[in-house]
Protein backbone atom coordinates (compact mmCIF):
# COMPACT_ATOMS: atom_id res chain seq x y z
CA UNK A 1 0.00 0.00 0.00
CA UNK A 2 1.23 3.69 -0.74
CA UNK A 3 2.37 5.75 2.37
CA UNK A 4 1.25 8.57 3.63
CA UNK A 5 2.99 11.67 4.96
CA UNK A 6 0.77 13.85 6.99
CA UNK A 7 1.82 16.81 9.61
CA UNK A 8 1.96 15.77 13.28
CA UNK A 9 -0.06 18.95 14.51
CA UNK A 10 -1.88 21.61 13.21
CA UNK A 11 -3.89 24.65 14.93
CA UNK A 12 -6.92 26.06 13.67
CA UNK A 13 -9.10 29.15 14.79
CA UNK A 14 -12.37 28.50 15.68
CA UNK A 15 -14.84 29.36 12.46
CA UNK A 16 -12.03 29.44 10.39
CA UNK A 17 -11.37 26.56 7.70
CA UNK A 18 -8.99 24.17 8.62
CA UNK A 19 -6.65 22.62 5.55
CA UNK A 20 -5.01 19.35 6.37
CA UNK A 21 -2.50 17.92 3.79
CA UNK A 22 -1.26 14.90 3.04
CA UNK A 23 1.41 13.25 0.64
CA UNK A 24 0.89 10.17 -1.21
CA UNK A 25 3.38 10.59 -3.82
CA UNK A 26 3.73 6.60 -4.66
CA UNK A 27 0.02 6.22 -4.63
CA UNK A 28 -0.78 3.68 -7.67
CA UNK A 29 -3.93 4.01 -9.82
CA UNK A 30 -6.14 2.27 -8.36
CA UNK A 31 -5.76 3.25 -5.09
CA UNK A 32 -8.29 6.24 -3.32
CA UNK A 33 -7.96 8.43 -1.11
CA UNK A 34 -9.76 8.34 2.06
CA UNK A 35 -9.77 10.80 5.44
CA UNK A 36 -10.63 9.80 8.95
CA UNK A 37 -10.77 11.52 12.24
CA UNK A 38 -10.46 9.91 15.84
CA UNK A 39 -12.03 12.31 18.35
CA UNK A 40 -10.48 11.53 21.53
CA UNK A 41 -11.67 7.92 23.21
CA UNK A 42 -13.87 7.14 19.96
CA UNK A 43 -13.40 5.22 17.57
CA UNK A 44 -12.18 6.35 14.01
CA UNK A 45 -14.86 8.26 12.01
CA UNK A 46 -15.23 8.18 8.03
CA UNK A 47 -15.09 11.51 7.00
CA UNK A 48 -14.59 11.11 3.15
CA UNK A 49 -12.58 9.52 0.14
CA UNK A 50 -11.86 10.59 -3.06
CA UNK A 51 -9.67 8.91 -6.43
CA UNK A 52 -9.12 11.87 -8.32
CA UNK A 53 -11.80 14.78 -8.84
CA UNK A 54 -12.53 17.02 -5.62
CA UNK A 55 -15.03 15.97 -3.49
CA UNK A 56 -17.27 17.31 -1.17
CA UNK A 57 -20.46 16.16 1.63
CA UNK A 58 -21.40 17.35 4.48
CA UNK A 59 -18.10 17.24 6.41
CA UNK A 60 -15.46 18.36 4.35
CA UNK A 61 -14.06 18.64 1.03
CA UNK A 62 -11.33 17.33 -0.62
CA UNK A 63 -8.70 18.77 -3.19
CA UNK A 64 -6.45 15.81 -5.07
CA UNK A 65 -3.63 17.20 -6.98
CA UNK A 66 -3.87 16.60 -10.58
CA UNK A 67 -0.82 14.08 -10.43
CA UNK A 68 -2.69 12.60 -7.36
CA UNK A 69 0.53 13.18 -4.95
CA UNK A 70 -1.20 15.11 -2.56
CA UNK A 71 -4.27 16.20 -1.29
CA UNK A 72 -5.76 18.57 1.64
CA UNK A 73 -8.99 18.07 3.42
CA UNK A 74 -10.79 20.93 4.18
CA UNK A 75 -12.93 21.60 7.21
CA UNK A 76 -14.73 24.82 6.00
CA UNK A 77 -15.92 26.18 9.07
CA UNK A 78 -14.11 24.37 12.11
CA UNK A 79 -15.98 24.03 15.38
CA UNK A 80 -14.76 22.91 19.44
CA UNK A 81 -16.04 19.70 18.62
CA UNK A 82 -13.59 18.81 15.18
CA UNK A 83 -10.65 18.63 17.43
CA UNK A 84 -9.06 15.44 16.59
CA UNK A 85 -6.70 12.83 15.27
CA UNK A 86 -7.21 12.99 11.60
CA UNK A 87 -5.66 10.01 9.45
CA UNK A 88 -5.26 10.46 5.54
CA UNK A 89 -4.69 6.48 4.35
CA UNK A 90 -4.51 5.68 0.71
CA UNK A 91 -6.39 1.70 -0.12
CA UNK A 92 -7.02 -0.11 -3.40
CA UNK A 93 -10.95 0.06 -3.95
CA UNK A 94 -12.95 -2.92 -4.92
CA UNK A 95 -10.04 -5.36 -5.07
CA UNK A 96 -11.19 -8.31 -2.62
CA UNK A 97 -8.68 -9.12 0.18
CA UNK A 98 -7.47 -5.48 0.31
CA UNK A 99 -10.63 -3.97 2.37
CA UNK A 100 -8.37 -3.35 5.23
CA UNK A 101 -7.55 0.00 6.47
CA UNK A 102 -3.96 0.99 7.51
CA UNK A 103 -3.65 3.53 9.38
CA UNK A 104 -0.67 6.15 10.35
CA UNK A 105 0.35 8.63 12.54
CA UNK A 106 -2.47 11.21 11.40
CA UNK A 107 -2.42 15.14 12.18
CA UNK A 108 -3.37 15.94 15.69
CA UNK A 109 -5.75 19.36 14.97
CA UNK A 110 -6.57 21.39 17.35
CA UNK A 111 -9.18 24.01 17.45
CA UNK A 112 -8.61 27.42 19.44
CA UNK A 113 -11.63 28.94 20.58
CA UNK B 1 -29.19 0.85 13.25
CA UNK B 2 -27.40 1.36 17.19
CA UNK B 3 -23.56 0.70 15.08
CA UNK B 4 -21.00 -1.65 15.69
CA UNK B 5 -21.35 -2.79 19.33
CA UNK B 6 -18.38 -3.46 21.26
CA UNK B 7 -18.48 -5.56 24.67
CA UNK B 8 -17.36 -5.08 27.52
CA UNK B 9 -16.47 -1.50 27.40
CA UNK B 10 -13.86 -1.73 29.91
CA UNK B 11 -12.02 -4.90 31.32
CA UNK B 12 -9.51 -5.03 33.82
CA UNK B 13 -7.91 -8.73 34.46
CA UNK B 14 -4.96 -10.23 35.72
CA UNK B 15 -2.16 -11.94 33.89
CA UNK B 16 -2.49 -14.99 32.51
CA UNK B 17 -5.96 -14.88 32.88
CA UNK B 18 -8.57 -15.40 29.63
CA UNK B 19 -10.17 -12.69 28.00
CA UNK B 20 -13.12 -12.36 25.24
CA UNK B 21 -14.08 -9.20 23.27
CA UNK B 22 -17.12 -9.19 21.70
CA UNK B 23 -18.37 -7.26 18.63
CA UNK B 24 -21.89 -7.08 16.87
CA UNK B 25 -21.33 -5.61 13.12
CA UNK B 26 -23.74 -3.41 11.64
CA UNK B 27 -26.85 -5.70 10.53
CA UNK B 28 -26.34 -6.55 6.47
CA UNK B 29 -22.44 -5.94 6.63
CA UNK B 30 -20.35 -8.36 5.38
CA UNK B 31 -16.68 -7.39 6.68
CA UNK B 32 -15.18 -7.30 10.07
CA UNK B 33 -12.38 -5.70 11.04
CA UNK B 34 -10.36 -6.18 14.61
CA UNK B 35 -8.01 -3.47 15.08
CA UNK B 36 -5.91 -2.79 18.85
CA UNK B 37 -4.80 1.03 19.55
CA UNK B 38 -1.65 1.65 21.80
CA UNK B 39 0.48 4.96 22.69
CA UNK B 40 3.75 3.59 20.90
CA UNK B 41 2.17 1.64 18.00
CA UNK B 42 -0.85 3.70 17.09
CA UNK B 43 -4.05 1.97 15.33
CA UNK B 44 -2.90 -1.38 14.37
CA UNK B 45 -4.98 -3.78 11.77
CA UNK B 46 -5.04 -7.11 13.76
CA UNK B 47 -7.31 -9.56 11.83
CA UNK B 48 -10.39 -8.90 8.98
CA UNK B 49 -13.62 -11.39 8.14
CA UNK B 50 -15.42 -11.02 5.04
CA UNK B 51 -18.27 -13.13 4.83
CA UNK B 52 -17.52 -14.61 8.10
CA UNK B 53 -14.03 -15.96 6.60
CA UNK B 54 -10.71 -14.78 7.74
CA UNK B 55 -9.26 -13.07 4.82
CA UNK B 56 -5.80 -11.73 6.86
CA UNK B 57 -4.86 -12.29 10.30
CA UNK B 58 -1.18 -11.31 9.66
CA UNK B 59 -1.62 -8.58 12.16
CA UNK B 60 -2.82 -10.96 14.70
CA UNK B 61 0.26 -10.96 17.31
CA UNK B 62 0.79 -14.52 18.34
CA UNK B 63 -0.93 -17.86 19.24
CA UNK B 64 -2.38 -16.33 22.24
CA UNK B 65 -4.68 -14.29 20.08
CA UNK B 66 -7.17 -15.76 18.23
CA UNK B 67 -10.60 -14.53 16.82
CA UNK B 68 -13.61 -15.70 15.18
CA UNK B 69 -16.81 -15.05 13.40
CA UNK B 70 -19.63 -17.69 13.74
CA UNK B 71 -22.32 -16.04 11.82
CA UNK B 72 -22.85 -12.11 10.38
CA UNK B 73 -24.01 -10.77 13.54
CA UNK B 74 -20.92 -11.97 15.95
CA UNK B 75 -17.30 -12.00 16.36
CA UNK B 76 -15.39 -12.79 19.30
CA UNK B 77 -11.58 -11.71 20.30
CA UNK B 78 -9.81 -13.64 22.48
CA UNK B 79 -6.31 -13.89 24.59
CA UNK B 80 -5.40 -16.61 26.35
CA UNK B 81 -3.47 -16.28 28.51
CA UNK B 82 -3.24 -12.78 28.83
CA UNK B 83 -0.16 -10.38 29.44
CA UNK B 84 0.49 -6.47 30.71
CA UNK B 85 1.79 -5.62 27.06
CA UNK B 86 -2.13 -6.82 26.01
CA UNK B 87 -2.96 -3.71 27.56
CA UNK B 88 -4.68 -1.35 24.61
CA UNK B 89 -7.82 0.07 22.99
CA UNK B 90 -9.36 -3.03 20.82
CA UNK B 91 -11.88 -1.61 18.20
CA UNK B 92 -13.90 -3.88 16.04
CA UNK B 93 -15.34 -2.04 12.99
CA UNK B 94 -17.49 -3.22 9.75
CA UNK B 95 -18.68 -2.81 6.66
CA UNK B 96 -20.52 -3.24 3.79
CA UNK B 97 -20.02 -4.48 0.27
CA UNK B 98 -17.75 -5.04 -2.44
CA UNK B 99 -16.47 -2.00 -3.41
CA UNK B 100 -16.05 -1.33 0.40
CA UNK B 101 -16.39 2.58 1.11
CA UNK B 102 -16.36 3.31 4.49
CA UNK B 103 -16.05 1.52 7.62
CA UNK B 104 -17.51 2.02 11.10
CA UNK B 105 -15.96 1.73 14.50
CA UNK B 106 -17.32 0.74 17.63
CA UNK B 107 -16.70 2.58 20.73
CA UNK B 108 -13.51 0.22 21.84
CA UNK B 109 -13.48 -2.09 24.15
CA UNK B 110 -10.23 -0.44 26.77
CA UNK B 111 -8.78 -3.38 27.87
CA UNK B 112 -5.97 -3.46 31.43
CA UNK B 113 -3.73 -6.64 32.21
CA UNK B 114 -2.76 -6.05 35.92
Known amino acids: DAKTTQPPSMDCAEGRAANLPCNHS???????VYWYRQIHSQGPQYIIH???NNETNEMASLIITEDRKSSTLILPHATLRDTAVYYC??????????????FGTGTRLTIIP | DAGVIQSPRHEVTEMGQEVTLRCKPI?????LFWYRQTMMRGLELLIY????????DSGMPEDRFSAKMPNASFSTLKIQPSEPRDSAVYFC????????????FGQGTRLTVV
Open chain 1, 50 to 52: GLK
Open chain 2, 93 to 104: ASSFGTPNTEAF
Open chain 2, 27 to 31: SGHNS
Open chain 2, 49 to 56: FNNNVPID
Open chain 1, 26 to 32: TISGNEY
Open chain 1, 89 to 102: IVRPFGVFGNEKLT
